[in-house]
């Protein structure tokens, strides 16, 4: 069931005696999902991640002669493209891969951000685009693995700069992205989710 948006109009038109007759309303329902390219299926998707749409469908665009992940349209957002951070090229875990591809330096604070979010927002569009199709299963965690990591890396940055809950917010803290990539961590190692707890100290 696709979301959108009721825009109504309403108009004042004047009867052929000169006297002003009831307004008369119009209304135009907008696909949200209308100018977000990457989501190619029709199937519902679960509430925080159509809230997320309209966002997304503002920063990420998509060559669709190309895909990313399981037929959803290859996506770019700030530059960026998909297939530059595609964890689907690494012998490694999702969560391997994520941890040498989206390394902050030793202080975290002088990290990228703006990178770090058109990456997030990459996977976020394919996460997205994979949902609409109905895709679950191993190929939508793997995606989640780097996805969350990428929400780790910018908790840890926000930290980093003096943030705290009050504006990150109780879901973007780093502790709580922490148990999410410990949790959707599928084929990781010890040694990896190892590392992702010292980063987690590492502020």
């Known amino acids: 069931m696709f979301a959108t948006t009721v825009i109504r109009f309403v108009c004042l038109s ?31 998707l679960p509430a925080e991640v159509e809230a997320g749409i309209p966002a ?52 975290p604070a002088t990290a990228d951000l703006n990178k770090l979010q058109n990456q997030l927002n990459d996977y976020l569009a394919v ?13 939508l965690t793997k995606v989640k693995s780097v996805k969350f990591f990428l929400q780790f890396q910018i908790a840890r940055v926000r930290t980093a700069r003096g943030e705290t809950v009050a504006t990150l917010g109780a879901a973007g803290t780093v502790e709580h992205q922490q148990g999410k990539v410990i949790k959707n961590a599928v084929g990781a190692s010890s040694a990896e989710i190892a590392k992702v707890n010292a980063l987690a100290k590492q502020l």
Request: one cysteine or more; hydrophobic letters at 40%.
């Open 14 to 44: 004047i009867a052929s005696v000169g006297v002003l007759a009831a307004p008369i309303q119009f209304e135009v329902v907008v696909d949200k999902r209308a100018t977000a390219c990457f989501l190619t299926g029709s199937t519902a």
């Open 56 to 107: 997304l469908a503002k920063s990420v665009t998509c060559d669709t002669s190309k895909t990313s992940v399981a037929g959803v349209p290859l996506v770019s957002s700030g530059g960026i493209s998909f297939s530059t951070i595609d964890f689907q090229k690494s012998s490694s875990s999702p969560l391997g891969f994520a941890l040498q591809a989206f390394a902050t330096p030793t202080d």
């Open 127 to 139: 996460e997205a685009g994979l949902r609409s199709k109905g895709i679950g299963g191993s190929q």
